[in-house]
């Protein structure tokens, strides 16, 4: 369910600020009316992770995709590292250089009045110290951390994970909101005691929410949600339940991952198949329902 009022805040409005505002800037709500730190900024966005009114994000790629997330009305954009990537030029799994990656996350925060979260991966061989500053530096007030190794795809120690979550704590404070993403389901034995006592060491650690990614069926999210007591992340993919029975389930934060961004790839090569064949890419059946092509004057 997107937002259409902020907790102890008034409704979205969608607009956009002004293109100069500098990476690390003071940050705004989505009313545009300004948020004087960072800090507060993360706390905002804290805020809107409660079990039972999840906070949805759609996540996007790039500037103009992120002020269509907020246009939709949603109060935070997040990145996905899989969408991000390939826009850039890259493959996912830390494939984009530290540099393009935080620059393009500066791109975005500049772009939208809006909290941002950052997906970045497992910090790009960066200092947990330095991974904090850089991220801040770029205007963003969350991030997702995974723990598996994407170079090679294995699950890291969690005792090493929660070594690193807690000195990006230490170095961020409260300045950013740490989703910690478990990937047992997706890289480890698939077991719910497995995800579990990661999520409990990584919250220990100073995660303010955890992500369990590849966890699926109501009965499993329900018992994840019940035993690991803090705010959970769900992936939404085919087949996942509606967002209002993920609330039901007590669901804290709904994540589209780099779903729509295929969505969006897949459209783009219809509209070039109708183009190499000579059809018109803006007919019925093509374009989004109610688009009209733009008009040129000579």
């Known amino acids: 369910m997107k937002r259409d009022e ?23 709500t989505p009313a545009g009316s300004p948020v004087e730190s960072l800090a507060e900024a993360a706390a905002l966005l804290r805020r809107l992770h409660v079990p039972g009114d999840p906070l949805v994000l759609p996540n996007a790629w790039d500037a103009a995709s992120a002020r269509a997330v907020v246009e939709a009305g949603f109060p935070v954009v997040a990145t996905g590292s899989a969408a991000v990537a390939p826009v850039l030029g890259y493959e996912d799994g830390e494939g984009t250089p530290a540099a393009e990656m935080m620059a393009a996350i500066g791109r975005i925060a500049r772009a939208v009045p809006v909290p941002v979260t950052a997906d970045v991966e497992r910090g790009y061989g960066l200092d947990p110290a330095e991974l904090a500053e850089r991220l801040l ?17 294995e699950l890291v120690p969690p005792e090493r994970q929660a070594e690193f979550l807690a000195r990006v704590r230490d170095a961020a404070g409260p300045r950013l909101v740490i989703n910690a993403r478990v990937d047992t389901y997706i890289g480890g034995d698939g077991s719910r005691a497995a995800a579990v006592d ?46 209002a029975r993920l609330a039901e389930l007590g669901v804290a934060r709904i994540s589209f991952g780099h779903g729509l961004h295929q969505a969006v790839q897949a459209h783009t090569r219809l509209l070039l198949q109708a183009v190499a064949a000579g059809r018109d890419p803006y007919a019925p059946g093509y374009s989004a329902p109610g688009y009209s092509a733009p008009g040129y004057s000579a």
């Open 137 to 153: 530096a770029a205007g963003a007030v969350g991030c997702n951390l995974e723990d598996s190794d994407p170079r090679t795809g």
């Open 198 to 243: 990661r999520a409990r060491r990584y919250l220990d650690a100073g995660a303010d929410c955890v992500y369990p990614i590849g966890a699926h069926g109501e009965q499993e999210i329900e018992l994840l949600v019940a035993e690991i007591g803090a705010p959970v992340n769900v992936l939404f993919r085919p087949g996942t339940p509606p967002a």
């Open 6 to 28: 902020q907790p102890g805040g008034p409704a979205a409005t969608g607009e956009a600020p002004r293109a100069e505002t500098p990476a690390g800037s003071p940050a705004e």
